[in-house]
């Protein structure tokens, strides 16, 4: 009897211990930076910061700040594979692997755009402004790891 | 000739209103010009929002000068508004009375990679360590518009180890 107490005692013991190490875990795991840049601007004079943060769930958001760019029709943001080195370009190339982010929500001003779960951030280094329309380079934010 | 062009016109009136409109809400809905002097603000506020957490306010990567020095630095505020100068996957060279400075960027010392003459600078402290993550105090209201560089310094030889240039985050 004394034994199956001790027992029950040292597994709450080590239940209590283990029940703690949750919360402060989830303290310090709020939200990754995990890439920033600042943008150049091509075809329109852009500027600003982006930056990757990911979640406590993985999931990924870019979000720019002080960004400002020129207004225009069918801006989208994208990701952009640096490999291709398209983001010094005016016009991208149409084989030019992309990753849609959205309508840009505002020509001024702080924004956030999910990206899609399972993109590879390695590959798609750079954040481009991008009018569909006319296939225009707006402005190119080159990622690097903060 | 004059009176012909006229009736010309007058005659094809239509043909001009036919052809010429559509030319021109194709040519608006294409280019958009308007948009050219309205613009759209948005503020969105920062996922994951923590007001407890330190606040990144600016940064830069490093880069090596007489030594090869990668990394980055970030200048952070916490919740009380104490600010630090953060380095992250940080590597320099060791060496003798190595520091860490803020300086101006534009200061023509930081070009070379010995400084010949006195440089403008606020002292953070010799290096903890040539590699690896580290934080470093600044002094209570640092401007920096003016010191928007971090500094990698050795003292004994006045070498500019390496530098980055702060950008606002």
């Known amino acids: ?146 | 000739m004059d009176s012909r062009i006229r009736s010309w016109f007058s005659r094809r009136k239509w043909l001009l209103v036919a052809v010429g409109l559509p030319l021109l809400i194709g040519a608006w809905w294409a280019f958009r010009p308007e948009k050219l002097w309205i613009n759209q603000k948005v503020n969105e506020p920062a996922p994951f929002a923590s007001s407890t957490d330190p606040q990144p306010l600016y940064t830069g990567r490093l880069e090596g000068k007489a030594h090869e020095t990668s990394g980055r630095a970030t200048i952070y505020k916490t919740a009380d508004g104490k600010e630090y100068l953060r380095l992250t996957d940080f590597s320099t060279s060791n060496g003798p009375d190595v520091h860490v400075l803020l300086a101006r960027s534009d200061d023509q010392s930081l070009k070379q990679e010995i400084v010949k003459r006195q440089l403008d600078s606020i002292e953070l402290g010799p290096l903890k360590g040539n590699q690896g993550d580290q934080n470093y105090d600044l002094p209570a209201s640092v401007d920096f518009q003016k010191y928007d560089a971090a500094v990698i310094y050795c003292e004994r030889f006045h070498a500019v180890f390496g530098v980055a240039r702060l950008e606002q985050f």
């Open chain 1, 1 to 146: 009897m004394v034994r199956k107490i001790r027992t029950v005692v040292a597994i709450a013991a080590l239940a209590f211990t283990f029940g703690l190490q949750p919360p402060a875990h989830a303290q310090d795991s709020n939200a990754k930076t995990l890439e920033t840049g600042t943008f150049h601007g091509k075809v329109h004079s852009t500027s600003g910061r982006a930056t990757i943060y990911q979640g406590k769930d993985g999931n990924l958001i870019l979000r720019l700040t002080n960004f400002k760019t020129s207004n225009g029709p069918d801006v989208h943001v994208i990701l952009i594979a640096a490999t291709d080195a398209d983001d010094d370009a005016n016009f991208l190339k149409s084989n030019t692997e992309r990753v849609e982010l959205g309508k840009l929500k505002g020509n001024e001003g702080d924004q956030n755009y999910a990206i899609p779960s399972g993109t590879d951030l390695s590959k798609f280094q750079t954040v481009s402004i991008y009018c569909e329309r006319f296939n225009a380079n707006f402005g190119a934010a080159p990622l690097e790891k903060f």
